[in-house]
Nanobody, 123 residues
Framework: QVQLEESGGGLVQAGGSLRLSCAAF??????????MGWYRQAPGKQRELVAT???????NFADSVKGRFTISRDNAKNTVDLQMNSLKPEDTAVYYC???????????????WGQGTQVTVSS
């Protein structure tokens, strides 16, 4: 069973920065990860994509965070980080890490979600 450990959330003033980190691990065997990413859910809203990164390093960002957030991964350590700069109050949400784990059997991949970390941006 692949598990995710998230860290880095907290309270920051508007214009500030935070860095979220997510580490994937499984106790018994190695595993391959396809895409990794971050999603967020604000109160009363649906969960939305923030940023994703493929195993090859291709990235995708929500329009609302382009130019402010960057995503990076370390394939050797199975980690993905989200650097958030110029934070705005509307970035306040619970941020979730998600990875797509490759398997040898159909459907050949499955999603694993983290428990979420709170990011609060004060005005």
């Amino acid at each position: 069973q692949v598990q995710l450990e998230e860290s880095g959330g907290g309270l920051v003033q508007a214009g500030g920065s935070l860095r979220l980190s997510c580490a994937a691990f499984r106790s018994r065997s190695s595993f391959a990860i396809n895409a990794m990413g971050w999603y967020r859910q604000a109160p009363g809203k649906q969960r939305e994509l923030v940023a994703t990164i493929t195993s090859g390093g291709s990235t995708n960002f929500a329009d609302s965070v382009k130019g402010r957030f960057t995503i990076s991964r370390d394939n050797a350590k199975n980690t993905v980080d989200l650097q958030m700069n110029s934070l705005k109050p509307e970035d306040t949400a619970v941020y979730y890490c998600k990875i797509v784990v490759a398997t040898m059997v159909y459907p050949y991949e499955y999603d694993v979600w983290g428990q979420g970390t709170q990011v609060t941006v004060s005005s």
